[in-house]
């Protein structure tokens, strides 16, 4: 079992940045592939990006490609999404989730494969 928790969310401007971080404890850090989920009021869960357990491979959603970018330190137990060039279309609670994957660079995708679950931070954009 591993446990989630997200901080670093808040109220920014339209082209704003914020660095989401997302703190793990319990078992290896390593043993998972990472990813952030958001949600918006009345909408689904929806992936955002993905980062694989060795770090190396990545994968983005096309609405936030080149704007946001996913990490992780194994050292220190730490996933992180960096957004910059916020819009109001990325205000929602983000979710940080853990998936435990067999391979070093898988990157997960699907909502349904992610086994843990952070218990999310607000990001509101203002306009």
């Known amino acids: 079992q591993v446990q989630l928790v997200e901080s670093g969310g808040g109220l920014v401007q339209t082209g704003d940045s914020l660095r989401l971080s997302c703190a793990a404890s319990?078992?290896?850090?390593?043993?998972?592939?990472m990813g952030w989920f958001r949600q918006a009021p009345r909408k689904e869960r929806e992936f955002v990006a993905g980062?694989?357990?060795?770090?190396?491979?990545?994968y983005y959603a096309g609405s936030v490609k080149g704007r946001f970018t996913i990490s992780r330190d194994n050292a220190k137990n730490m996933v992180y999404l960096q957004m910059n060039s916020l819009k109001p279309e990325d205000t929602a609670v983000y979710y940080c989730?853990?998936?435990?994957?067999?391979?070093?660079?898988?990157?997960?995708?699907?909502?349904?494969?992610?086994?843990?679950w952070g218990q999310g931070t607000q990001v509101t954009v203002s306009s």
């Open positions: 319990g078992r290896t850090f390593s043993n998972y592939a």
């Open positions: 980062i694989s357990r060795n770090g190396l491979s990545t």
């Open positions: 989730a853990a998936d435990t994957a067999i391979s070093l660079s898988q990157v997960t995708v699907a909502y349904r494969e992610y086994d843990h």
